[in-house]
Nanobody, 124 residues
């Protein structure tokens, strides 16, 4: 089992950047496929990005492609989401998620472990 703790959220203006971090503890971090999801009030949890165990393959949701980058540091047990050119519609609670499955997935139910989330608010 792995425990996940997100950090780095906050209130920013449209066009600004933020970097979210997810610290993992417990079982070997490199054994998990990792992902970021987000959820706005009244909406379903939405896929943002995923990265494979080694960190050399990733998939970014079309809605944030070209603005967001996912990365991981297996030596430091951390996952990151670099968010640039933020828009008001990026406002949401962002969640870090882990899956023991080898393949990357875009659906929330594939991830068994979740952090508590970090709020990102983008003012226009």
């Amino acid at each position: 089992q792995v425990q996940l703790v997100e950090s780095g959220g906050g209130l920013v203006q449209a066009g600004d950047s933020l970097r979210l971090s997810c610290a993992a503890s417990g079982r070997t971090f490199s054994g998990y496929t990792m992902a970021w999801f987000r959820q706005s009030p009244g909406k379903e949890r939405e896929f943002v990005a995923t990265i494979n165990r080694r960190g050399d393959i990733s998939h970014i949701a079309d809605v944030v492609k070209g603005r967001f980058t996912i990365s991981r540091d297996n030596a430091r047990n951390t996952l990151a989401l670099q968010m640039d050119s933020l828009k008001a519609e990026d406002t949401a609670v962002y969640y870090c998620a882990a899956s023991s499955r080898e393949g990357m997935s875009l659906v929330a139910y594939a991830y068994a472990y979740w952090g508590q989330g970090t709020q990102v608010t983008v003012s226009s």
